[in-house]
């Protein structure tokens, strides 16, 4: 059974940056797709990018295209997500998650029931 941890979170001030891991163990992650998605206090979970398990064809969401960069290294088993030019509203909980035989699209890629592993999820808090 592939199990996912992520690491990486912490309090950064607005304009930092913060590299988000998603490590697999019992199982490879190479047949899967990635996904990191977050969430807000009070609000639902919300995908904020993926990357497909073959090309490396990445999605973002809007707000965040531009400062995220999602990326994967199959030899590590581990997939990353680059957070730069933080901003207070990019404070939430982070998940990685991953989809087994999944190939994204732009009107699919954030869809969560799509995605079968999740992480437990990391704190990443912006402010002053």
């Known amino acids: 059974q592939v199990q996912l941890v992520e690491s990486g979170g912490g309090l950064v001030q607005p304009g930092g940056s913060l590299r988000l891991s998603c490590t697999a163990s019992?199982?490879?992650?190479?047949?899967?797709?990635i996904g990191w998605f977050r969430q807000a206090p009070g609000k639902e979970r919300e995908g904020v990018s993926s990357?497909?398990?073959?090309?490396?064809?990445?999605y973002y969401t809007d707000s965040v295209k531009g400062r995220f960069t999602i990326s994967r290294d199959h030899a590590k088993n581990t997939a990353y997500l680059q957070m730069n030019n933080l901003k207070p509203e990019d404070t939430a909980v982070y998940y990685c998650?991953?989809?087994?035989?999944?190939?994204?699209?732009?009107?699919?890629?954030?869809?969560?029931?799509?995605?079968?592993?999740w992480g437990q999820g990391t704190q990443v808090t912006v402010s002053l």
């Open positions: 998650a991953a989809a087994e035989y999944f190939a994204p699209h732009d009107n699919t890629w954030h869809v969560q029931d799509e995605y079968d592993l």
């Open positions: 019992g199982g490879t992650l190479r047949f899967y797709a």
């Open positions: 990357i497909s398990m073959s090309d490396g064809t990445t």
